[in-house]
């Protein structure tokens, strides 16, 4: 037989498929085993975190006050720290006994409270103004109190850890930085996600708290209702952008979770009135 020369089709070489989607296609597939295996060390630093005994956390994390450090400061101000340190003994799970709270004060007009590793309180001064009883701030000290029971800030801390460490492998082995822009701004969703998920489980525990202490729930939305009048309420980011669930959703939770609503309330004490009137002079 003889051979007849054939011409080659044009475009024989040529993948039918766009050169962008299997580019795409390819770091979409390396990006998404990349945040599964950050997710998966994450979330077991998480856990192994948790198995910890609070009495090596205490250790580790040791009051940052030598003893000298209450005979410092306004007398007002230690009159304060020394109130929140009795309401949140008040407020201790007797269940849980080795778990140690320090409670100290930040002069700060913005209403807030937070909890570090090894039960550090801090407390603004906005939060004490915020406040109307005893009732709401032990809503709010409980709160953080739960924070600590739960052991968020030690497991929030090996979490964050772990996903730097993996955003600083990753950008070393990407010169452009874009999986690590991706990646990064999935960790961080992922995160605000599990942030979300403390403070709802820290507000239901610091309602238990309160529940404990004073047999009714009142005031317990006591705060959370004063945040949401002020100015920046309105300004709030979406809610799954924002490292807390939204104001309403924890009124509404709190409220239906809460037993014995009403019930005596509790007045503040007049040092706080005092302490208040010196951080606005």
Known sequence: ????????????????EHPLREFFLLVGGISLVVVLLVSVLAASADFLLGYIPVEKENQWFAQRHDSSAGDTG???????????????????DPARPGFRFDLSLLENPAPNAFVLPGGH???TSGLLDAVESENG????????????????????LGRGVVIALALVAISGADGSGLAQQFVGGTAVLTQLGYSREQEREADATGLELLLRQYGHSGGAVEFFAAVRELPLADDEPPVFLSTHPGIDERIDMLQAHARHNDGP???????????LAQVEQ
């Open 1 to 16: 037989m003889d051979y007849e020369p054939k011409i080659i089709p044009e475009g024989i070489n040529t993948s039918r």
């Open 74 to 92: 306004p007398a007002a101000e230690r009159e304060v720290e020394a109130y929140l340190q009795q309401l949140s003994n008040r407020l201790r």
């Open 121 to 123: 309180i801090v407390v």
């Open 137 to 156: 701030l032990a809503m709010v000290v409980a709160h953080e109190m739960a924070h600590q029971y739960h052991r968020h800030p030690l497991r929030s």
């Open 265 to 275: 309330i509790t007045p503040l004490p007049a040092v706080i009135g005092e302490y």
